[in-house]
Every structure is written in C-alpha cells, then in structure tokens.
C-alpha cells in the first residue's frame, strides 16, 4: 500500500468542511510557516522536496518559485491553474471537489512564500459546481482568520479569487491563462517575458497547477527532504494518476512513484486489469498530449528495466521508445480499440482548441484531423500516412506555445507505433467503414468529402 | 566625458554586427540586409506587440550568448527573441530553418487561395514573394479551402476573409492607431476570422492604414480595386499640407491620372508615416499634390517593370541596318486599315475570327 499524503483524509466524512478539515489537522503547515518560517526558508524547503509541476511540464517548483522578480513596490501574483482540460485528466478535479481545505492551504502557504497578497484560482468554466466548493472553503478560511488581513498577526495580507474559465482548453498554458485572468481573449503570450517576470498585468507570477500546490502542505508538515525520500530520482513525492479507459477501475489513485506500470495497471490496489478478459493493446499513461505506448514498450524502458510510474523511466530512451509523465492522465486501450479512430478523436480535439495565432498550429491541425478522418473511413491512400509524419514534424516545436506539440505527439507515435493499423485503414476500405465499435461512437460517421 | 555605450556582437550566417541591447535578432539582421534578414508576415516594426504569429521569421540560435553558449533547442521567432552578446544565429544557412519555413509557407497557402492573377495585391504581396522564395509547384492539400462570407467594412475599405492569413496586424493598427477599433479576430483555430462586431464599418480617420499594412490580399482599397495592376503604374513620391497627418504619401500614377494614394513604404515594405483617409481616398488628382519625383522602387520588384530609374535603353539597331528605312515597310505593314477589312466587326462574330470572316 502507498504512501498517501494528498489523499490521505479525502474519505473522512465531513472533510469538505473547515471544522473537520481542522480537526483532523488541517492548517497546520500555514501555522508552521508563519511562526517559524521565513518566506525564503519555505522556498528553500520546496527546493529540498523536489517537488515538480504536477501540471504535465514537471519543472522543479522551488526553481520555479525562485526565479520570480521581487523589484520594490511592484505586486506580485501566485495563480493557481485549476483550468484541467487534458482529456484524460481529471485529477485536480477529485482534489478540489473532496478535499478543498487543502488546497486553500498550500495556496497560503504558497502566497506566503512568494509575496503575493492576491493569489487567483482559475478554475475550468465545466468545473462549476467546485467553484461553489471553493468559494464556501475561502469563505472559511476568511471567516476563521486564515485568509484576510494581518494573518495571525503576522503582517501578511492575503485575499483568494476564484475566477472561472470559459471553457477553452488554451487557458491552461500559463500565459494564455493569464491573457485570460486579465479578461482578454486566451491567447498565448510569446515568451520570454515569462510569467515570473511580467505575468497577471505585467507583474511578476508564478502559475502553479492545483496538485502541485496542495502538495506544498505535506512538504511543510514534513519537512523537505523527508518529503524527497518518498518517490525515486527526481520524481519525489506521491503522484495523483486519474486512470480511465478499458480498466476495472477507473478513478483517481495516489501513487508514490516507484510502482510499475504493469502493478498499476493489474493490480487491484489501483486499475485491477483489463475487464472482459481483454489484452491490453496501449497506454496513454500522461493525458491526450503524451505519445501513446504499446504494451512491449509499455512494461520495459529502452534500457530493458522495468518501466516505473514515475518521470524518468516513462520518458527513458525519448520518444522512440518513452512518453511522458504528462499530467498522470492514464488512458489505457484494450485489444478490441482502434489506435487510427482514438487518433482522430485527439486530432479533432487539438484543432478544435487551437487559439489560432501561429499558422503551424491553425493550419496544421486541421489538415491532420481531415487526412485522419479520410484515413479512419477507408478513403485514405498510403502516402496520406507519410503526410501525416510530415505535418506532425512541421508542427511540433514550431508554435508559439505547447498545444502544437500536444498535437503533434499523439499522431507520431500513432504512426511509428501502430503504422501497420493505419496501413490496415488504407488496405481494407470497405471493412474500415463497416466497423462498428462499441464506446467508439464519439467519431463523426458523416461521410467524408473527398476534394 | 559621455558614458560608452556597450553594444551588442551577434553573428548571423556567419556575419558579425553590433547592436544595442534590446535589439531583436530580426532588426539586427535587418540591418546586415540581403537575404539574411529573416521574411515577416506579422512583424511590423511600427506596430508594438506585433510578430511571433505567423513563424516565418523562425530561426535558430546555434549559441545562447558568449556566457551561456549553449544552442537553443527550438527555432525561435527572431521577430520576438533579442540578441545577447555574443549570439550566433542560423538563418538561411540553417537547414532546420529552411526546412521550417518551407512548412510554414505550406502551412499559410493551405488556405489563401492561390488567385494572384486577379487578386489586387499581386505585385505588392509578401506572402507571394515568400511562396516563390520558399514554397512549391503544387499542394498536397486535397480539401475543400475555408471560405468566408463577404463582410462589407464601409466606403472604402474591402476584406475579403478567404485570402486572411490571420496576421493580427490590421488589428494591431486599429487597436493602436484609431480611438475606436470596432473589429478584431473572431473564432479560433481554423476558422478564426478577422471581422467587425455586427459588420461595423472602420470608419476612423485612419482606419485606411490596414490596407497598407496587409500582407496578403485581404484588405484592400475599394477606390482602387480592379482599376489597375500596379506594375502599370508609376509610384511618385508627394506630399501636402494636411491638418491630420504628415501628408507624405506615394502616388500611384497613369499618365496624369491618380489611380491610388498609399502612404510610403521602406525597404521591407512597412508603412514610414500614417496617412489619413483624406489623403488617401479622396485627393485623387495631380493637383492636390507636391509631385518630389520617382519612389524608388527595388529593382527586384515586379513594380519596377517599366520604369526603372536612370534606365539604359539598347542602342536601336535595325533603322541602322535597313538604311534608315522603317521596321514596318520590312514587314509590308502599309497602314493598319489595309490589314483588316474595316467593315467586319470582330464583336459580333459568333467564336474566334478566321480568314474565312474576311474573304466574305
């Protein structure tokens, strides 16, 4: 049995609430800080966790954290990216709807250690009925002297906003999100100036995702380098994995980050298996935007070693034989799924949320979904697939922001992992437009106009 | 004594300027010229917050800076990324860069409709320019192309969303320009288009510039559109004493006739001054003008067909050789009413002419 510490009191009835949350040792670590600790040390502790961007990026936060300008008189901002759009991904989601309080918390601490005396939750427009969760757990706060003016006597003012998204998956990258807070349509800004230098109306910001400032609690309570013992290498502490597809368990697991991928998969302390008596065909094992693995890369890294939940030994031997951490957005496919249709799926998805700024991005991933969609339906030729690999290439690392990686990703390892099935698309165009697959209805089965 | 300013040594296709801080990769490389500086679709130097969008400028940095030499992992947009001292940039000597590029232009013609034979901003087009540098014969895009519906922007200004490539620069100039931007980017992703709220029309003073600032087609002069190629006319430069702005503008001229007014571009074709809508819509003669002479116009450019300065006629050579005799009686040309018969009226023979048409 892991080791939890976000999840650890999630279950106890009540938790939603300040007086239980307390109870059970709540506020603990703002206590902590602002009695013993300076601003600086609660950074340093950070650092000595290791702790890393739960968002998907995973860069190390106490870096992050340290990099924020503090020139005289100039505000300085914590935002917390509750914008959780990665399909797959619904791990903030569970944290904040069931254990509020302790996001609250972290994000106190975290204001703490950053100066910042507004601090913004922007939260996904969909995620309605938590921005009702958060703001009863922000009027608590307030009502019981954790939020407000001259905490504890401390001198320190802090305020928290919820702001809510309007639902585009853009305004999770930071500086789209920003673009956002401030009211303007979600672009991306170009960067540099990164955030931390002029971020929400161009004063200093740091944008943390909801799981990585919860788990700033545990790395006070703790203290950091107990909280770097747990978890391996560089990918300390316990990770929340939102794990849905073709399993017996779908749902949102704590793990330590040193279990395998095939105990998170088979055992039944976590996914428990392929139901139906299925074989497992792919993993997604970090959200829509990570490179799908097959199962003989999924189980054993580049190096022959058993693949680890965790950072490195997911991304081991780079995309030729790794993926992702990604957000922990575990999509897992049996036998009987179609990795071409799945792929047009991810490809409508992108093109549909491209912001639309940079021409690789606005026009690239639209080309993809049209030449996948003629492939899905039987009216694809074989040079469509070496097209595909050219456009993805064009794409990737020439936007202005990630989502034109994220689109890229999935459909190159589509094809340099299952190219037999795209093939098989082209091979086989009657039965490609016959098949009829049980939860696969989500595709579009208008026909496909052919120019 | 004045304090020494500490300039900048950046190194692009292994040439090396100095520059001041702050300077982007592209200015700098802008002020080398030639071919190293890099194209831009939505960089425009007088437009603040402009670039970054359309990644042609995109280029690589092989070395960060003399105290951090290491390469930059992606291509960067050079119109956005500032030089450090001792920078080295890959331009047109980077296969990366080219290779990029290539997609790009792929990328920007996947939807502009390739009609430069009737679209207005033939001969002025930078996208057109760019496709020849960088583009291909043919597409590998086999789809139906994105089209819009028409939007009417008032008297004088005509957007036709199908050749947009999005480059925000028009809004930039409303947004910066004009106290009443009414238009803007709509929608996202592929069909994000440039419109105005409830078909508003631009109707600020200097809501003309747009049309000087687009790349492509899409917006274009309704006083103009049609009238002429502009490799037909005669770009002068004039000005006059306008209340509203600098009054500098080129003349677009055939014969004595004004066909257009824009305001006068630089070498990489940005506006120098902003002209108001008085002076580019509605003082269309001669005489409302200053006439200073020539623009001077790059010899590289379809526009100078015709017209270059100081141009060098051949000697003629065949009065010479026929003893003075003209070309015409060489050919038996006697008069040209003896070559058709005055009496058939071309227009109203069904199809081509044929001898048979004459012989009846």
């Known amino acids: 049995m892991g080791r939890k510490l976000l999840l650890e009191k999630a279950h106890i009835d009540g938790i939603r609430s300040y007086d239980v949350y307390r109870r059970e040792g709540g506020y603990a670590s703002v206590e902590k800080v602002f009695k013993n600790m300076s601003p600086d040390q609660v950074t340093e502790e950070v650092k000595k966790s290791g702790l890393r961007g739960r968002g998907g990026a995973g860069f190390p936060t106490g870096m992050k954290w340290s990099f924020l300008a503090k020139p005289e008189g100039v505000p300085r901002y914590l935002v917390c990216n509750a914008d959780e759009s990665e399909p797959g991904t619904f791990k903030d989601r569970y944290l904040m709807e069931f254990i509020p309080h302790l996001l609250i918390e972290g994000l106190i601490v975290s204001s703490y250690a950053l100066g910042s005396n507004r601090t913004y939750i922007y939260i996904r427009g969909e995620y309605a009925w938590i921005v009702d969760i958060l703001e009863q757990a922000i009027a608590e706060a307030n009502a019981n002297g954790w939020l407000g003016k001259n905490i504890l006597g401390t001198g320190f003012d802090c305020q928290i906003y919820v702001q809510r998204g309007a639902g585009a998956y853009i305004c999770g990258e930071e500086t789209a999100l920003i673009e956002s807070l401030e009211g303007k349509r979600g672009n991306p800004r170009i960067k540099p100036p990164f955030p931390a230098v002029k971020g929400v109306w161009d004063c200093p910001t740091v944008v943390n995702n909801v799981e990585t400032l919860a788990a700033v609690v545990p790395i006070i309570n703790l203290g950091g380098e107990e909280y770097a013992k747990i978890g391996i290498g560089k990918s300390t502490g316990t990770k929340l994995i939102s794990a849905c597809g073709n399993i017996k368990k779908p749902g949102v697991y704590e793990i330590d980050m040193t279990i395998s991928v095939e105990e998170f998969i088979y055992s039944d302390e976590y996914c428990g298996g392929i139901p139906n008596g299925k074989r497992l065909k792919a ?32 991304a081991d031997g780079g995309f030729a034989t790794g993926t992702m951490m990604g957000s922990g957005g575990f999509i897992v496919m049996d036998e009987d799924q179609c990795v071409v249709r799945h792929t047009l799926t991810l490809a409508r998805f992108y093109r549909h949320e491209s912001c639309g700024q940079c021409s690789p991005c606005r026009e690239g991933t639209g080309w993809m979904e049209k030449i996948l969609k003629n492939i899905e339906y039987g009216k694809g030729k074989m040079s469509d697939i070496d097209l595909l690999w050219d456009i993805q290439r064009k794409i990737e690392g020439n936007t202005i922001c990630p989502l034109g990686d994220a689109a890229a990703w999935p459909v190159a390892a589509a094809i340099r992992h299952f190219r037999d099935e795209f093939e098989w698309h082209v091979l086989n165009p009657v039965e490609s437009q016959q098949r009829n697959f049980g939860l696969a209805h989500y595709a579009d089965p208008r026909p496909v106009p052919v120019a | 004594m004045a304090e020494e300013k500490k300039l900048f040594k950046v190194t692009i296709d292994n040439i090396t300027i100095e520059v001041e801080p702050g300077t982007s990769i592209l200015n700098a490389a802008r002020m080398i010229g030639g071919d190293v500086a890099p194209p831009a679709m939505c960089y425009y130097s007088k437009l603040k917050g402009s670039g970054g969008k359309c990644r042609t400028c995109l280029v690589e940095v092989a070395a960060g800076s003399t105290a951090d030499p290491r390469p930059m992992p992606k291509l960067v947009a050079s119109c956005r990324t500032n030089v ?70 008032g008297p004088y200004i005509q957007l036709h969303m199908t050749r947009c490539i999005l480059c925000y620069r028009c809004v930039f100039t409303a947004d910066q320009l004009t106290n009443k931007r009414v238009h803007g980017v709509l929608d996202r992703g592929d069909h994000a288009e440039i419109a105005t709220y409830i078909e508003k029309s631009l109707d600020n003073d200097f809501i003309g510039n747009v049309i000087d600032v687009c790349p492509v087609g899409a917006l274009t002069d309704k006083t103009f559109r049609f009238k002429n190629r502009v490799w037909f006319l ?41 002209i108001c809508n008085e002076c580019r819509f509605e003082k269309k003669q001669t005489s409302d003008w200053v006439i200073e002479g020539p623009t001077k116009v790059s010899r590289q450019s379809v526009i100078s067909q015709g017209h270059y300065v100081g141009l060098k006629r051949p000697k003629e050579t065949i009065t010479e050789v026929l003893e003075g005799r003209k070309p015409r009686l060489l050919m038996d040309i006697h008069d040209v009413s003896q070559v058709n018969k005055p009496n058939v009226e071309l227009s109203k023979i069904p199809g081509p002419a044929h001898s048979d048409d004459f012989k009846k």
């Not at chain 2, 540098?133 to 939007?151: A, C, I, M, P, V």
């Not at chain 2, 004595?256 to 506006?271: I, L, P």
Request: proline share 5%; net charge negative; glycine share 8%.
């Open chain 1, 283 to 314: 993993c997604i094992p970090g959200g829509s935007s990570v490179p799908i693995l097959p199962t003989n890369l999924l189980f054993k890294t580049a190096k022959g070693d058993t693949r680890i939940m965790n950072y490195e030994s997911l």
């Open chain 2, 234 to 274: 005669k770009p002068v430069d004039a000005h006059r004493d306008c209340p509203k702005c600098s009054g500098k503008v080129t003349l677009w001229n055939r014969g004595d006739e004004v066909y257009r007014v824009t305001a006068r571009k630089d070498q990489w074709g940005e506006v120098e001054d902003w």
């Open chain 2, 84 to 153: 450090m001292d001792g920078m080295v940039v890959k331009n047109i000597t980077s296969e990366r860069v080219i290779d990029a590029r290539n997609g790009v232009v792929e990328f920007l013609l996947l939807n502009h409709p390739l009609d430069c034979p009737i679209c207005d901003q033939a001969g002025e087009c930078h996208l057109q320019d760019l496709s020849y540098d960088h583009g291909k014969e043919g597409t590998r895009y086999e789809f139906n192309r994105r089209t819009f519906n028409k939007h009417d922007l």
